[in-house]
């Protein structure tokens, strides 16, 4: 029989591997899409058109539309990955924040009651390694208790409360992957490691001169976003409802991870300097650089702008309940190669958008002059 999973957040960097996963194991997959003014779908935009891939426009704040969608699509599996997912944005629109990461979660779980579906429906909720915050323990597991730290994490903290709720009070098989940092080629943008890959990028390419961070001492355990997915499935599958920490077990700072970035750029890293006053200075270049960098270049520097009000700093997820019940491998990718791939990645997408860029800049001198569009 064909499964039918509903996603919200597969425009996001886990609904986009998500959807892939489960297409390639025979669902039918359904997305949640909402109204903007630019159509940003890049990350799914390969899948659309394909006969078992389909887009719905649905609002986690919207009550109705949730409803509607889920007594239309009559989904087997809801995956809930939406969410205002930036914990510094957390903290500019906190109340935003809490209605689509807290409510949000509470408004899937009527919408499937509504539906008469919660004897039939499992549900995955992304949950969250900041629930741990201002940690209590490390390595953190299943059982370390939580203090959340940030307006995200206080958010993410319903949603896991309240789906443990529904699974004792109405028997819902409903669970939280509580996931540690994970992260991909498709990562937004404004992400610590993704930052960090693109200005890699750009700097060796002489696109920018220098990247500007926050905390450089924090310490993550960093994933692999398309290893990760398979666990919210494997969840789901699992004989009965229950939690699961899924992390790697290995801790990084974001220093290192600059380290690393830059030397897959062709770049060696010197730290000097403490705190808001730390400097990554150029030791080494290689030919990939072509001289557009110069050995004692500063190219890392500290900005207070990226400093949080409250900052979580020591994650070190313990996945041995994910390998044991699940048997899910967490070192599937290493830290070093995940590192790698992003770069390599970073690096053909800087040629290529300054490629695409160069031959735009050609089309409209020529349309200047000839008034032809090409
Ligand atoms: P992401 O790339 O930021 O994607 C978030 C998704 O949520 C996007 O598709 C976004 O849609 C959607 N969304 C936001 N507000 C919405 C709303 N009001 N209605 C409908 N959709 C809405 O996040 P991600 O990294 O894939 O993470 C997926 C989930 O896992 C999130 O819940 C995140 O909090 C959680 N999580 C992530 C990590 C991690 O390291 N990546 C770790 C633990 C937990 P638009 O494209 O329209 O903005
Ligand atoms: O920050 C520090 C920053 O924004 C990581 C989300 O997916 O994972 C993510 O949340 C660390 C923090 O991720 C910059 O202070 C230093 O300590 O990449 P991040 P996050 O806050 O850990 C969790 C598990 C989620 O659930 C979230 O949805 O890096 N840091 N300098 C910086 N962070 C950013 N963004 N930018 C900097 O310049």
Known sequence: MTKTALITGVTGQDGSYLSEFLLARGYEV??????????YRERIAHLEGT??????????SDSMSLVKL???????????????????????????????????????????????LEKTCKIYQASTSELYGKVEEVPQSETTPFHPYSPYAVAKL????????????????????????????RRGETFVTRKITLAAARIAQGKQDCLYL?????????????DYVECMWLILQHETPEDFVIATGVQHSVREFATLAFHHAGIELRW????????????????????????GDVVVAVSPDFYRPTDVVNLLGDPSKAKRELGWNPQTTSFEQLVELMVAHDMK????????????KVNLAEFLEKGIDK
């Not at 699509?73 to 500019?92: G, M, R, T, W």
């Not at 896991?160 to 080629?185: P, Q, T, V």
């Not at 997408?349 to 735009?360: P, Q, S, W, Y």
């Open 214 to 226: 926050g905390n450089l001492d924090s310490l993550r355990d960093w994933g692999y976003a398309k």
């Open 158 to 185: 319903y949603g896991y409360w309240i789906i443990k709720e529904y699974r004792e009070a109405y028997d819902m098989f409903c669970c939280s992957g509580i996931l540690f940092n994970h992260e991909s080629e």
């Open 272 to 295: 000097e300097g403490e705190g808001v006053n730390e400097k990554g200075i150029v030791e080494r270049v290689n030919e990939l650089t072509n001289e557009r960098v110069k050995v």
């Open 30 to 39: 359904h997305g949640i899409i909402r109204r903007s003014s630019v159509d």
């Open 70 to 116: 889920v007594g239309k699509v009559q989904p087997d599996e809801i995956y809930n990955l939406a969410a205002q997912s930036h914990v510094q944005v957390s903290f500019d629109a906190p109340e935003f924040t809490a209605d689509v990461d807290a409510v949000g979660v509470l408004r899937i779980l009527e919408a499937v009651r509504t539906n008469h």
């Open 51 to 60: 006969p078992h891939f389909h887009l719905h426009y649905a609002d986690m």
């Open 349 to 360: 997408k800087v040629a290529a958008d300054d490629a695409a860029a160069e031959i735009r």
